[in-house]
């Protein structure tokens, strides 16, 4: 099945700060999502975004289906971004939808 | 537009038990996924209900097993319940069945303590 992986593992920023994270994926895919889990242990959705470029507010995201991989940019980050990202990924024969070990962000103020 | 909705919130048993977990979907999702998080993971995908129907199904043991009702809300069912089997379980919904292609949408989860 496909892999997903990724990276940093831990973040710490300084409120302010802008950050990238990374994810990739070992096959071809229908679907990838990012999430950030808040401390209660609520997935939130971020993006649905299998290719392409999407942007909602101080995020934002790229997937580049081709190269299998995708980005989660944060602007201006806040201490209430502070949490789990996880990129997950549904590869082309559909048999199940795989979440990333996640990073961990920490904004200080 | 109610989301997800999951029951209970905690959940503390024995080991050798059986629980059950309950799941709503988002209004106009006829499918549901069930995810097992373990502290400090990635959830895994333990199966996925369309139609009453388990559908799809990761690698995990007979022990887990599930049910859809008409109104397309779900439960989980564990039997003989292990020490490795404290975690947090997520429910997901999606508005497409055969393939989870679709934006999944996840409940809060149930977090089951097994002493």
């Known amino acids: 099945g496909i892999q997903v992986e990724q990276s940093p593992p831990d973040l710490i920023l300084q409120e302010g700060a802008n950050s990238t994270l990374r994810c990739n994926f070992s096959?071809?895919?229908?679907?990838l999502q990012w999430f950030h889990q808040n401390p209660w242990g609520q997935l939130i959705n971020l993006f649905y975004i299998p290719s392409g470029t999407k942007q909602n507010g101080r995020l934002s995201a790229t997937t580049v289906a081709t190269e299998r991989y995708s980005l989660l940019y944060i602007s201006s980050s806040q201490t209430t971004d502070s949490g789990v990202y996880f990129c997950?990924?549904?590869?082309?024969?559909?048999?199940?939808?795989?979440f990333g070990p996640g990073t961990r962000l920490s904004v200080l103020p | 537009d109610a989301g997800v909705t999951q029951s209970p919130t905690h959940l503390i048993k024995t080991r050798g038990q059986q629980v059950t977990l309950r799941c709503s979907p988002k209004?106009?999702?006829?499918?549901v996924s069930w995810y097992q998080q373990a502290l400090g993971q990635g959830p895994q995908f333990i199966f996925q209900y369309y139609e009453e129907e388990e559908r799809q199904r990761g690698n995990f043991p007979d022990r887990f097993s599930g049910h859809q009702f008409p109104n397309y809300s779900s439960e989980l069912n564990v039997n003989a319940l292990l020490l490795g089997d404290s975690a947090l379980y997520l429910c997901?919904?999606?508005?497409?069945?055969?393939?989870?292609?679709?934006?999944?949408?996840f409940g809060p989860g149930t977090r089951l303590t097994v002493t």
């Open positions: 096959d071809s895919v229908n679907n």
């Open positions: 997901a919904s999606s508005p497409e069945s055969r393939v989870m292609s679709y934006e999944q949408y």
């Open positions: 209004s106009g999702h006829d499918t």
């Open positions: 997950a990924a549904l590869d082309n024969y559909g048999q199940n939808f795989v």
